[in-house]
């Protein structure tokens, strides 16, 4: 901002200063909603003046913040951090949006039918830490593919996150027996139920991640949130 701009400023605060103590002068000291009327017109009329005056602020203020992006401070800075908070967000919206049917058909009819649960509670609590898994997700997807435009890059990725929850979220079922474990066919060390939960997590990790993986790079494709340097 020129010197010219505050003084503009500070000239448009002063007239409405004067005007609003005229008309708190004028007014009766047992009004006191006429009092409080005079002081929001005069914060009103300041931050018009501030706002109006200046519609280059805001430009400025974008032009200031990509400075944090300079040549040592491009991978380590402020700039990053807050590229990353995006991505946080922007991964557990996607993320437990895209999980909010795949779960439910997991935790209402699937589960139910296997083990004792609370179907809707399991169903509310799967989709807060897929909220969080996506958000954590959506971070190292950024930091994975940086400039990178090879789509093996990008489904290696999203194939890591996969496989590692899916395999996380399979219940052994209380028949099996333990050193060796077998659970009876087909594979002995693994049966038709652990096959069934394979199938419907590796349904819903795809879901969860894939949405977020396509989210981050819209995101990135549009210049809402940069790509990692390097």
């Not at 805001?58 to 401070?73: E, G, K, L």
């Not at 940086?146 to 996969?162: P, S, W």
């Not at 594979?187 to 038709?192: A, E, I, M, N, R």
């Amino acid at each position: 901002m020129t010197g010219e701009s505050w003084i503009r400023i500070f000239d448009l605060f002063s007239r409405s200063t004067l005007l609003t103590m005229r008309m708190m002068r004028s007014m009766r000291q047992r009004q006191p909603f006429y009092r409080l009327v005079a002081i929001w017109a005069l914060l009103a009329s300041s931050c018009n003046a501030f706002v109006v005056r200046n519609e280059r602020i805001s430009s400025h203020v974008i032009r200031s913040s990509r400075r944090f992006m300079t040549q040592d401070d491009s991978k380590f800075g402020f700039g990053q951090r807050i590229e990353s908070l995006k991505c946080l967000v922007l991964g557990a919206i996607s993320g437990s949006v895209a999980m909010v049917p795949f779960s439910a058909f997991h935790d209402l009819v699937v589960l139910p039918s296997n083990i004792q649960t609370n179907g809707l509670a399991q169903w509310e609590f799967d989709n807060d830490m897929a909220g969080f898994e996506s958000g954590l997700f959506a971070i190292v997807y950024r930091y994975c593919i940086r400039q990178d435009d090879n789509e093996q890059l990008n489904q290696g990725v999203i194939g890591a996150f996969l496989v590692t929850r899916t395999l996380s979220r399979i219940i052994v079922p209380p028949y099996c027996s333990a050193i060796v474990l077998n659970c009876g066919p087909p594979l002995g060390y693994v049966d038709w139920s652990m096959i069934g939960q394979l199938l419907v997590n590796g349904a819903e990790s795809a879901a969860l991640f894939g949405a977020t993986a396509a989210a981050m790079d819209w995101a990135m494709t549009k210049g809402y949130i940069s790509k990692f340097p390097g």
